[in-house]
């Protein structure tokens, strides 16, 4: 695809992943539509920053979880546009617990992991594929998680949430063909505000240096590398569709010795 005066929509595009996407597309050429559901001010300064990138954009909130947000927000995208090329759906929340804290999780986490995580994506694509097939060629990239494979992660919540949105992207990529390729890309550790916020500073550098070390690359992932792997395959992967991309350095591929 090429990306000059392509439209993308980037959801919870305020902070970390979605903001590191929204300015690397921005520089590429892309107009984006930056969506927030909470964090106003942090989606202005991604919007300045596409600015000073070169791109165009439109500031929109939407909460993924609510059906005609969705469709509000593609309208948006459409009106302001005359188009939509790309569609990232990165909006996600987790609840940090310990996986082996099986009472820390209630019917309400899964729901509301759920609900975000997983039903959110389903509606923006939903929302979308109208305009989505009106290109010849367009993209949906879905912001999984290391997580939905491996099983780890914040919560056993959040890694099924991640788990479900994985398979998801399988299903709609047979169905979305051919006009629409959808794949999923699941970062591993990433450094930033996010982690450091849920897991402590303490854990979090301890989890960084584990993860570094086991790396083959020796070091973990970044908003801003996640973002150049997203770039890469809406730019260049016109043939590919149904995949998942792990972007963590090659730490899944560390199996640790059996203890006896």
């Not at 984006?32 to 596409?50: K, M, P, W, Y």
Request: glycine share 10%; charged share 15%.
């Amino acid at each position: 695809m090429e990306l000059s005066n392509a439209v993308a929509i980037v959801t919870g595009a305020s902070s970390g992943i979605g903001a590191a996407v929204a300015r690397q597309l921005a520089a590429k050429g892309c107009h984006v539509v930056i969506n927030f559901s909470r964090n106003a001010d942090g989606a202005r300064q991604t919007a300045e920053a596409c600015a000073d990138a070169g791109g165009q954009t439109l500031v929109q909130r939407a909460d993924v979880a609510e059906d005609a947000d969705c469709r509000t927000l593609v309208d948006a995208a459409v009106n302001r546009f005359g188009r939509l090329d790309i569609l990232v759906n990165n909006a996600g929340i987790t609840k940090f617990c310990a996986h082996q804290d099986l009472a820390g999780l209630s019917k309400e986490d899964f729901l509301n992991l759920y609900t975000v995580n997983l039903v959110g994506a389903f509606q923006m694509t939903r929302a979308a594929e109208s305009a989505l097939r009106q290109q010849p060629v367009a993209h949906i990239v879905n912001m999984a998680s290391i997580a939905g494979i491996t099983g780890i992660g914040s919560s056993i919540a959040y890694a099924a949430s991640k788990g479900a949105l994985v398979t998801m992207t399988l299903s709609l990529a047979r169905v979305l063909g051919p006009q629409i390729r959808v794949n999923a890309i699941c970062p591993g550790f990433v450094q930033g505000e996010w982690l450091k916020k849920g897991l402590g500073e303490e854990i979090y550098t301890a989890v960084y240096n584990q993860y570094a070390e086991i790396a083959p690359l020796k070091d973990t992932a970044t908003a801003d590398t996640v973002a150049q792997t997203l770039v890469a395959l809406v730019g260049g992967a016109d043939w590919t569709t149904g995949e998942t991309v792990i972007v963590d350095g090659g730490a899944h591929l560390h199996t640790a010795p059996l203890r006896r």
